[in-house]
């Protein structure tokens, strides 16, 4: 029984749930007092979240309105990237969120050597923006796993595709 156990770690954002909190913060932006009349709003791109408003402080509200809607959907602030203020047309300012999808090089590097320096019978490999993890025990598969929970690393990591 030599088989080899593999899966795979990606960091993904749920866009249904991401959409489902922008639904949410919008609606709560529209029934709360403190934005009567406000131009606040925010709008869902490919790869990103651009949110307008009358003035930062009102900004900085619909953020924190979003942050607590992601949250309460299980969607990471990890996977959240905060572009720099800007004006905006007719006196508001705008904020660009970027979504980060995928395992980027330099983090794909970094998992690597966490994998390698703990000495566990497994290999990893980089696959484009995910990295595969093989191994003939599962539990070494799992004992990576939970040792890539506990690291601090700066976006949040799904493990899918267990094979045996």
């Known amino acids: 029984m030599a088989s080899e156990n593999s899966f795979d770690i990606v960091s993904k954002m749920d866009m249904q749930e991401l959409n489902n909190a922008v639904t949410q913060t919008e609606r709560e ?36 309105i979003l942050q607590t809607k992601m949250v309460k959907r299980g969607l990471s602030l990890k996977n959240v990237e905060y572009g720099k203020l800007e004006p905006a047309s007719m006196g508001t300012v705008r904020q660009r969120l970027s979504l980060k999808q995928g395992v980027d090089q330099e983090n794909a590097k970094k998992i690597n050597i966490l994998i390698r320096d703990s000495k566990l019978k497994v290999k990893s490999q980089i696959q484009g923006d995910q990295i595969r993890v093989t191994g003939k025990s599962r539990d070494d598969l799992q004992d990576v796993m939970q040792l890539l929970r506990k690291a601090d690393l700066p976006l949040d990591l799904q493990f899918t595709n267990l094979k045996s």
């Not at 029934?31 to 900004?59: C, P, W």
Request: proline fraction near 0%.
């Open 29 to 64: 932006i529209e029934n709360r007092f403190d934005f009567k009349g406000s131009k606040s709003s925010l709008k869902l791109e490919k790869d990103a979240l651009v949110i307008v408003s009358d003035d930062e402080y009102k900004l900085n509200a619909v953020i924190d």
